[in-house]
């Protein structure tokens, strides 16, 4: 140690740190080290202690100058005094360990003296020797044998009891365990009924260990997509219910009347709700139903929205929806049970909400076709997700039967009436839907739905003879439907009546051309001359006591002989053939007038001065339309003479239950007959 330098820093203890350690640990040990352990400190001492140091602090203050004066204390010195005291308490803990090891081995040197003799010290054994030190009990117990006996039958007493708890606790158990196994084989028979039936089966979101039923639709909007989802919880007679969470526990249908005017003509049927001891599969149909008719109700409403144009309107909590002229369907959804009256129309409402029900499904497929198929490159804009087509798909739907019926009604008494008259050959027509042929890759419902609801066209073939056949097209929009109207190219009515070249937007225009263009068939069947010869010295003779047409297409002419009319030139006779639609107590029909009637003075070298064609090449539906009223006008205000009269044909529309029996009803004469009598 002598060799170190006197300024060499040296320390037995390390230096102290920055950081003052403040956890529990290293508190205790320091009072452990500095005041030796917790024994001597009270609240009393440590406040002593903190005065003290405070005064001690003072006094510093004041004799620091004076500390500051005195020599410095020999480092060197304190440090070799330190290690000297050190080093003696280490030498008297060893001498007292090893006088205690000595003592131990020697005391138990008499009873082991073989384990005793490898620990104590041979000075000891050769001094003292072993087993010269002993120790025993000073008394003996003084337990007697009675009350031995009686604490072993306390022991007893104690174990038996014990047992028998243990025993009580084990039959307990296995009797709730019996029970848990009872209701949890009654619980997972109905889980796996559940799942059996269809419905998917998997764990809460939010809870792990519960488990719940999916009866929603996967394609459904996000809002009821979240809600189709229920707890499947056990109740404590084992049996399941539903929790549904946040949605409503009361369930609902869509409800669809039928309005006619201000009285309700039919209603859909709105089923009963499930009692609550109700099979969990009825639990979950219903929960299922319920969803989705809110989801309908919702797409409805949004739909609304945009069918202004159509008289849709939402009043109240009803959606209002015209579907004719007089019959307004009302849309509204209600607790299950709900009564409603019932009427004539409950078989339309009734199809209107199966119709709302397969659209929507429909939908959703169309939605999962989407997900499925490659994703559009991505743009700047954002996809707007349309509203479901529901309303517009029955809005045309009965637009499109409304127009088939019509043309059943333009056509059927048309022949009908045509029938009467016996006209040779007997028109007929054919009335047939073409719907488009969907995707074949699509399912069969898929392709089912499609044909019913897109690309609704009717063609109509009306044939008045081999050669001449009218073909109506009608083509449904949920709006209106327009006519198109083709002539077979060989039939000689396309250089007199040919078919307007632009689509037909109306029905009354289509019947305003259909008989006018039967007027004009039934005219040109009658003549047997064209009109392109005029009346001369030449061909008077060839002419005569034959009709022959006129440039009017409905209107016929018969040239007299010279010796049945006193006048120069031969008098002329005309024809004129109108068919007419016919409305008599609250009953539709038609009528096929045929009028003959003198034509009057004629200026020499013509035949047709006297009447004039309103028809110019192409026809016109206004031109129809006037020529008609000329034809009725001039018939009321014209005085019939000799040789004139006029003939009706009517047919009514045929009404289930109202044919005519054998020997009741009017007898027409034929065409043929009132044509004959004509000429005279």
């Not at 006094?59 to 000297?84: H, Q, V, W």
């Not at 050190?86 to 131990?104: R, Y």
Request: some cysteine; glycine content about 6%.
């Amino acid at each position: 140690m002598g060799s170190l330098p006197s300024d060499f820093a040296i320390s037995l203890k390390a230096r102290p740190s920055s950081k003052t350690n403040t956890s529990l640990p290293g508190l205790i040990e320091r009072i452990n080290i500095e005041r030796g352990g917790f024994q001597n400190i009270t609240e009393d001492s440590l406040r002593q202690e903190i005065a003290e140091a405070e005064l001690g602090n003072e006094d510093g203050d004041e004799n620091g100058t004076s500390d500051e004066e005195e020599e410095e204390p020999d480092r060197m010195k304190e440090l070799m005094t330190s290690r000297e005291a050190m080093l003696g308490q280490i030498e008297t803990a060893h001498q007292s360990a090893i006088f205690a090891l000595d003592f131990v081995s020697l005391l138990l040197s008499k009873d082991t003296p073989v384990q005793a003799s490898l620990s104590i010290s041979p000075y000891l054994r050769e001094l003292v020797g072993m087993g010269t030190l002993g120790a025993d009990k000073l008394y003996a117990p003084r337990t007697t044998d009675v009350q031995k006996q009686d604490n072993k039958q306390i022991a007893k007493g104690w174990k038996s009891q014990s047992l028998n708890k243990t025993v009580d606790s084990i039959l307990a158990s296995a009797s709730r365990l019996e029970k848990e196994i009872e209701l949890e084989t009654r619980y997972w028979q109905q889980v796996l009924a559940v799942s059996n039936n269809g419905w998917s089966i998997c764990r809460l979101p939010n809870e792990k260990h519960t488990l719940g039923v999916r009866f929603g639709f996967s394609e459904a909007s996000p809002a009821f997509k979240s809600r189709s989802l229920a707890a499947l919880r056990r109740n404590p007679d084992g049996t399941i219910s539903l929790h549904q969470g946040i949605a409503s526990s009361e369930p609902q249908s869509l409800r669809v009347r039928i309005q006619t005017g201000d009285d309700q003509t039919g209603s859909s049927t709105s089923p009963q709700p499930a009692a609550e001891d109700a099979p969990i599969e009825a639990l979950i149909l219903q929960a299922r139903n319920t969803i989705f008719s809110e989801e309908l109700w919702q797409e409805l409403n949004r739909e609304a929205r945009t069918m202004g144009s159509y008289g849709v309107q939402s009043k109240d909590d009803t959606l209002i929806c015209p579907l004719s002229a007089t019959k307004v369907a009302v849309f509204d959804l209600v607790p299950l049970g709900e009564s409603s009256l019932s009427g004539p129309d409950d078989a339309m409402a009734e199809g209107i909400f199966i119709t709302l029900n397969l659209l929507l499904s429909y939908a959703h497929r169309q939605n999962q076709r989407r997900r499925t198929q490659p994703p559009p490159p991505i743009s700047s804009q954002k996809n707007i997700i349309q509203p479901y087509n529901l309303l517009r798909a029955i809005l045309t739907r009965l637009k499109h039967q409304e127009t088939t019926g019509q043309l059943y009604s333009l056509l059927s008494p048309l022949c009908r009436v045509m029938e009467t008259a016996k006209l040779k050959p007997l028109p007929t027509f054919t009335v047939t839907s073409t719907p488009g042929i969907p995707p074949s890759q699509y399912p069969q419902a898929e392709q089912t739905m499609l044909s019913l609801i897109e690309r609704l066209e009717t063609i109509a073939t009306f044939s008045m003879s081999e050669t001449t056949t009218v073909t109506i097209s009608a083509r449904t929009s949920p709006v209106r439907s327009t006519f198109g109207l083709t002539l077979s190219p060989d039939s000689p009515l396309m250089s007199i009546c040919p078919p307007p070249p632009q689509v037909l937007t109306s029905y009354p225009a289509l019947r305003d051309y259909i008989y006018y263009f039967t007027a004009c068939a039934i005219a040109t069947s009658i003549s047997t001359i064209p009109s392109g010869l005029g009346i001369d010295d030449a061909n008077v003779e060839a002419e005569a006591g034959h009709w022959l047409q006129t440039p009017h297409p409905m209107t016929l002419r018969m040239t007299l002989p010279n010796s049945a009319t006193p006048s120069k030139l031969p008098s002329t006779k005309q024809l004129s053939i109108c068919i007419q639609p016919l409305a008599l107590r609250g009953r539709a029909g038609i009528r096929l007038r045929a009028h003959w009637e003198w034509n009057g003075t004629e200026q020499e070298g013509t035949g047709t001065s006297g009447r004039k064609s309103s028809f110019g090449y192409p026809v016109l539906m206004e031109d129809v339309q006037k020529a008609l009223k000329e034809d009725s006008e001039a018939g009321k205000k014209s005085k019939r003479g000799k040789g004139e009269d006029v003939y009706d044909w009517v047919a009514w529309e045929k009404e289930s239950g109202k044919d005519w029996d054998d020997g009741e009803g009017e007898v027409f004469r034929t065409l043929e007959s009132v044509v004959a009598d004509a000429g005279k």
